[in-house]
């Protein structure tokens, strides 16, 4: 899983994941790789087929309690016969988990937990809270008392400690432990719970959803009330194994907190398994404070300062030269009395900063080598010099403007407000179209437990476990409270964050809003769901009704009404009339909602639904999105056979506009083996497209694989992917 690291837009971005992003990793066929397999019968009947049919390939991990299925590792190509058994349900490439975390920044001011816990009396005691991360430095004095034990599916014992004293020394799951649960210098938000953790990372932060899958499967075996992953990958689907595997936990009982990711502010950021519909998915919120910024004379740019984990802050207060020292490859040029900007790639963190530093550099500068952000670790012996990352586009910025024009660099100090953090990931998540995050926490400089200490550290990986403690809190004082009442109280009684303008963030950046203790504890309302998803508009005229649940949970009666939202040129809303509550009553009542699409734009329209009591207000995030040429050109993909007629492959699918080509290549599930191009069309017209595939597929495929659908039109190019099941011939 990876740390997460630290916007709102009308238009939507990118469906599915383009081609690149979903292929970067495609082995070799002799390559050795380990695949995670779903199974329609036990893993155990399925062990012996494999140890019969396919000797040569090795099952690594089985999973029965969240998880049918199994990982299995062998060569590329030996994992494609696993098309031939009819047990096998579908096949996913093993992801890397990375923790959410973010370079750190300028330490100007650290956060405690305290903002979190409130003045609730409540501090999760006998409430067993199960830690799915790097592990925990047990030891530490602040920890002891409430650490119980776990496992370590990295190693496979039952010594959980942080990666300590070798390259690739981790700390992350110690400091998350702490947000929950620290009781000594400093205090958890639950300082009384029960520690369980489950080391699922290994040396760097990093593992596979192999390890997390495990993990989570042995925490829900041991029992756990409350389960935090601050951890995530890039897959914004709701159907990856990990988020399957969260939901089964869910269903068991077993309230489990995600970190959102941290590759904000950009939409469809949020990464598997905060897709989950189930768990309770964490943005991260900012508090008030300060933050450097980068600028260059006659430039209006302004860029924020991210560091690298372990960096020291970036504490200038003069202005700097910049000088281009690639990615270090072919050694850093002399830099004495200057900021060295380094493109990501080649050369380890680190070394990258050795080779500045040597060179006299009093800072480094690296920015990514593909789009958006990134998040990383310095590795090894402290350097003191400062580190930043930045995005491709910021960094070829400053190459171009500060050293080809010889422009020295500022940094200045950015006041911050009690907002959303700019890393924090964006929904909504694709396929389902639903609003995520959920809920928002603290998540920068929030100061914890370390190995040997304590530090100020920042990303959703410290926003989450604010809300698993203050859900073990919430199961102390409620323990007949499901996984799903426990999130209903968290969004019911969120507050939203409001933005300069005076209008609130979208919901796909806060979700319900920031975290109320207090009175998640003691509700006076639960609203369910707690979010209002319509989907993806396909039709001309759509009209659909959510039936929302009313449950008064205060001591007195309420009456609650339903103001129409803002309604707009194509988008109206229907809603109840005024609706009394008693204590304890629920009550069911219509939200309806009608668009005209000849009158809306493409693209997520999002916003609030407002209830008001006799004293309160409550928000209710809504979400749907127009079809459109903006967002996505090809859906509905369909690859089939009908033995009966005929053993040819079929397709069939939607096209939202005439284009000049379109291309189908099929690729194997799991392993991401390329089968070939099943078909090209030239000049393809709008509406249903239906064909017979006649380039050499008939007849010869079965199993689970990704059709990689690419589409040109006027030079530009897009590419959509579709799961695709077919049957292996009787």
Do not use: C
Not at 158 to 184: F, K, N, R, Y
Not at 226 to 237: C, F
Not at 254 to 278: F, L, M, Y
Not at 286 to 307: A, C
């Amino acid at each position: 899983m990876a740390l997460a690291t630290a916007g709102f837009s009308n238009q939507a971005d990118p469906i599915q994941p383009t081609r690149p992003e979903l292929l970067k990793d495609q082995p070799e066929p002799s390559e050795e790789v380990t695949i995670i397999v779903e199974l329609d019968e036990s893993p155990k009947a399925f062990a012996s087929q494999i140890e019969t049919r396919l000797p040569r390939l090795e099952i690594v991990a089985t999973y029965t309690t969240i998880f049918q299925g199994v990982a299995i590792k062998g060569e590329a190509e030996e994992l494609e016969k696993l098309a031939r058994l009819d047990t096998v349900v579908n096949q996913y490439p093993v992801r890397t988990y990375t923790t959410t975390l973010t370079p750190q920044a300028e330490k100007t001011q650290t956060l405690t937990t305290d903002v979190v816990r409130s003045q609730t009396s409540f501090t999760g005691e006998g409430v067993k809270v199960g830690v799915i991360d790097t592990g925990v430095d047990y030891t530490h004095p602040d920890l002891t008392a409430n650490y119980r034990g776990g496992f370590d599916v990295v190693d496979f014992d039952q010594d959980p400690m942080e990666t300590m004293g070798q390259l690739g020394a981790t700390m992350h799951g110690t400091h998350v432990s702490g947000i929950i649960a620290a009781d000594g210098e400093m205090k958890g938000v639950a300082p009384d719970a029960e520690l369980y953790v489950y080391r699922a990372l290994g040396p760097g932060g990093s593992g596979s959803s192999v390890q997390v899958i495990a993990a989570i499967e042995q925490a829900v075996e041991e029992g756990m009330d409350v389960i935090n992953l601050s951890l995530g990958n890039t897959v914004n689907g709701p159907d990856w194994p990990t988020t399957k595997a969260v939901n089964k936990a869910v269903e068991l009982g077993t309230t489990v907190v995600v970190a959102a990711g941290n590759s904000g502010p950009a939409s469809w950021t949020v990464g598997s398994p905060g897709t989950s519909q189930k768990a309770i998915t964490v943005g991260a919120a900012s508090l008030p404070g300060t933050q450097p910024v980068l600028t260059l004379p006659g430039q209006d740019r302004k860029v924020g300062v991210q560091l690298l984990q372990g960096s020291v802050p970036w504490t200038f207060t003069k202005k700097y030269p910049l000088i281009d020292g690639g990615t270090g490859e072919n050694g850093v040029p002399p830099a004495s009395g200057k900021i060295v900007v380094m493109k990501r790639g080649v050369v380890p963190f680190g070394v990258k900063t050795r080779l500045a530093y040597e060179q006299g550099a009093v800072g480094v500068i690296i920015y990514n080598n593909e789009e958006g952000q990134f998040q990383g670790m310095m590795n090894g012996k402290e350097i003191p010099i400062p580190v930043a990352t930045v995005s491709k586009e910021d960094g070829e910025w400053l190459l171009e403007h500060g050293v080809e024009e010889n422009q020295w660099l500022e940094t200045t100090m950015k006041q911050m407000d009690h907002g959303i953090a700019p890393f924090s990931s964006r929904g909504p998540v694709t396929t389902n179209w639903t609003v995520k995050p959920d809920i928002l926490a603290p998540g920068v400089q929030i100061i914890s437990t370390v190995p040997g200490g304590y530090q100020p550290l920042q990303g959703t990986s410290m926003a989450a476990p604010h809300v698993a403690g203050v859900a073990a809190l919430i199961k102390e004082a409620h323990p007949d409270w499901t996984p799903a009442q426990i999130k209903h109280s968290l969004m019911t009684t969120a507050d939203l964050l409001i933005q300069k303008k005076g209008q609130p963030y979208p919901p796909t950046a806060q979700g319900a809003g920031y975290i109320d203790t207090e009175a998640a504890i003691n509700p006076d309302l639960w609203i369910e769901p707690g979010a209002l998803n319509f989907g993806r508009i396909k039709n001309n005229f759509f009209r659909e009704k959510v039936m929302v649940t009313l449950h008064n949970k205060g001591d007195n009666s309420q009456t609650i009404s339903v103001p129409e939202p803002e309604s707009s040129n194509g988008i109206t809303w229907m809603t109840p009339q005024t609706v009394e509550l008693e204590p304890n009553e629920k009550v069911e009542v219509p939200i309806e909602l009608s668009v005209s699409k000849a009158f809306v734009e493409a693209g997520v329209h999002q916003g609030y639904v407002t209830l008001k009591s006799d004293d309160q207000a409550y928000e209710i995030p809504y979400l749907f999105m127009m079809e459109g040429a903006d967002y996505e050109k090809v859906s509905g993909f369909e690859l089939y056979q009908d033995w009966q007629t005929s053993k040819d492959l079929s397709y069939r699918f939607h096209l939202t506009e005439a284009v000049d080509q379109l291309t189908v290549d099929l690729y194997r599930a799991g392993t991401m083996l390329h089968q070939g191009t099943l078909f090209e069309l030239e000049e393809p017209e709008a509406g249903m497209v239906e064909g017979e595939v006649d380039r050499g597929f008939k007849g010869e495929l079965g199993g689970a694989y990704i059709a990689v659908v690419t589409v040109t039109k006027d030079k530009k190019t897009s590419t959509t992917t579709f799961p695709v099941q077919l049957k292996n011939q009787q």
